[in-house]
């Protein structure tokens, strides 16, 4: 499940850039710079293959061992780093994620370059794989590589035709909504992953503090399960959080939210 939603949002941006840029195109009567396009979707998606493929072989020679936590906590809070600052880019953006894209490859159109086209949509592709593969890395060695590929390829797929739809039916689709939506549910997907780098940091015994398990549900709902899984994927849902888990989990959502109300009054 949390490959299916990484690769459904890094795929959806994507989509979204690639089906804009076409659209773009075809209004000014450039079809022959869509060869450049396709070119850049090729070169990024082989670069993404390749990367993705070294980081899988060289991350799981550590599996099951004490470098296989450390390199899964200090991922962990890299991804929710990332996922934060996407997060609130868009919203001091002030929610309007269609627009600014169209105004990004206007900026590339008016270049009249081959060479443009091409590497800003190589570069697109590139940037969202390489955020994949930073989301992924400690699902690695946790989960069941079969389900990862097929939660990752059902993602992308949902994720690109979704993008495409969203533009092709214009105003009859809210962008805005949705990626507030997006928003909400990557705050709390960041929250998780945060409380997944301190347990794991808990873990080694870096952190000797907060350690007191809080509670267990394993035995209700254990995220081995789908419904668990899903829990954990959204919304962080531990079976067996620490004190200091519990502590940053709502810590980060309060601060967020914070920021967020603060952003909203201000756009108000």
């Known amino acids: 499940m949390a490959a299916f ?16 840029l076409f659209a773009f195109l075809t209004a000014r ?4 710079r869509i060869k ?10 082989l670069v993404a293959l390749i990367g993705g493929g070294v980081v899988y072989l060289t991350v799981r020679e550590y599996a099951e061992t004490p470098l296989q936590v450390l390199i899964e906590g200090i991922t962990y809070f ?17 929610n309007k994620p269609k627009t600014e894209l169209e105004a990004r490859i206007s900026g590339v159109l008016e270049t009249r370059s081959m060479w443009a086209v091409w590497l800003f949509v190589f570069v697109t592709i590139a940037r969202e794989a390489l955020e994949a593969t930073v989301f992924m890395i400690p699902m690695l060695m946790v989960e069941n590589p079969w389900a990862n590929l097929i939660g990752g390829l059902i993602g992308i797929l949902v994720g690109g035709y979704a993008g495409y739809g969203i533009y092709a039916l214009g105003k009859r ?3 805005d909504k949705l990626f507030r939506v997006l928003q909400v549910v990557l705050v709390f997907f960041a929250a998780g992953l945060l409380s997944d780098g301190i347990g794991a940091l808990q873990e080694l015994g870096y952190l000797a503090f907060g350690n007191y398990v809080l509670w267990d549900t394993s035995s209700i709902l254990d995220v081995e399960n789908a419904a668990g899984d899903l829990l ?14 519990a502590v940053v989990y709502l810590g980060y959502l309060a601060v967020v939210g914070a920021w967020f109300y603060a952003n909203k009054k201000k756009a108000s």
Not at 5 to 20: G, K, N, P, Q, T
Not at 29 to 32: A, I
Not at 78 to 94: D, E, F, N, Q, S
Request: overall charge neutral.
């Open 5 to 20: 939603l990484i690769f459904l949002r890094e795929s959806l941006e994507a989509s979204m850039i690639c089906s804009i």
């Open 173 to 175: 689709v809210s962008v």
């Open 36 to 45: 450049a396009m396709w070119a850049g979707v090729i070169a990024g998606i």
């Open 78 to 94: 890299i991804a929710c780093a990332v996922l934060t600052y996407m997060t609130l880019w868009l919203r001091k953006k002030g």
């Open 29 to 32: 009567n450039e079809q022959y």
């Open 232 to 245: 954990h994927a959204f919304v962080g849902y531990t079976p067996e959080p620490s004190i200091l888990q």
